[in-house]
């Protein structure tokens, strides 16, 4: 009963935050110095040059692969928390924010009424996973999705929403991670598996998991970033390690003697090459 007051607690206040976020968005800590990648690099002959010398398409693809690459991706996010707080959470974005962007009238500078369509994706567990085309100017210009955006923003603080990209979305869904499990990442800040892992692992909103997750990163600075996830999910079942995973050793534990994994997600650093958008900020 305590537990559930607490929630209802919780949810009230955040109802209010949210209003009052809607309109002022979190104030920003220190100047906005991104840049739109047109901007940052509008011709790389040696970036050029490596690709084209690796034959990855034919040469009359050449200019169609390099538009490819200069497509912003879209926004893509989540929705997290316990299966009330989910549901809550998807009737406020559906009724209060994505019908009052499907029923704006688009300006003729803007993206196509398709485009700024919210797209669930389907193969998201419980349907928590969206996506939309939410460029620095339809913010700015349009009243609906700027609401979205600092709502976006103020979820993702308060731990009811996380940002990431789709494509980065599946490989914890396709671990298939159930609350008995031991789970290691090996690469794992800034930690956007991580959490998704720990949501499976937390599935079952009647008992606490007897499974973990270990999350593991080289990088001490980033490391912190794992602990900031860890805090914001509010999760009992992770244990964050800072070491090379090439040379991970053993985890010693008493019984068994030797620790086993019954999952391992090892998401090693990529050339990021593919996806060079410029960002929403959110
Ligand atoms: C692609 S990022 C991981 C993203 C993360 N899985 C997520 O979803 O938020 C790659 C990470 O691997 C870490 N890394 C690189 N070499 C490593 C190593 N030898 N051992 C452990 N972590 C390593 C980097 O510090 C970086 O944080």
């Known amino acids: 009963m305590a537990r559930r007051n607490r929630k209802v607690n919780k949810f009230a206040q955040r109802k209010r935050d949210r209003k009052e976020q809607e309109n002022n968005p979190p104030e920003k800590t220190g100047e906005d110095t991104r840049t739109n990648y047109d901007d940052i690099i509008r011709e790389n002959a040696v970036f050029e040059q490596y690709y084209k010398e690796q034959n990855i398409c034919p040469e009359e693809e050449w200019d169609e692969f390099m538009k490819c690459l200069k497509t912003n991706l879209p926004t893509a996010f989540r929705i997290t928390g316990s299966k009330c707080e989910t549901s809550s959470l998807m009737n406020i974005v559906q009724s209060e924010y994505f019908s009052k962007i499907l029923n704006t009238k688009m300006n003729d500078d803007m993206q196509e009424e398709d485009e700024i369509k919210p797209i669930n994706l389907p193969w998201y567990p419980g ?156």
Not at 199 to 225: K, Q, W
Request: aromatic content about 6%; proline content about 6%.
């Open 127 to 282: 349907g928590l996973a969206w996506q939309l085309r939410l460029t620095r100017m339809d913010i700015r210009r349009n009243e609906a999705l700027y609401k979205l955006h600092n709502f976006l923003i103020a979820e993702t603080k308060a731990g009811g929403v996380s940002r990431q990209e789709a494509v980065s979305m599946i490989p914890p869904v396709v671990l298939q991670v159930q609350p008995h499990h031991k789970v290691l990442d090996m690469c794992a800040a800034p930690g956007s598996k991580t959490a998704q892992l720990l949501e499976f692992l937390h599935a079952d909103e009647d008992s606490m998991p007897t499974g973990f997750v270990i999350a593991n990163d080289v990088d001490n600075s980033r490391c912190y970033m794992l602990v900031h996830q860890a805090k914001r999910l509010n999760s009992p079942s992770i244990l964050i390690t800072n070491h090379d995973s090439a040379v991970l050793p053993a985890f010693k534990v008493t019984d068994p003697q030797q620790l086993k994994f019954d999952r391992v997600l090892c998401d090693v650093p990529c050339s990021g090459d593919a996806t060079m958008p410029y960002s929403t900020g959110f």
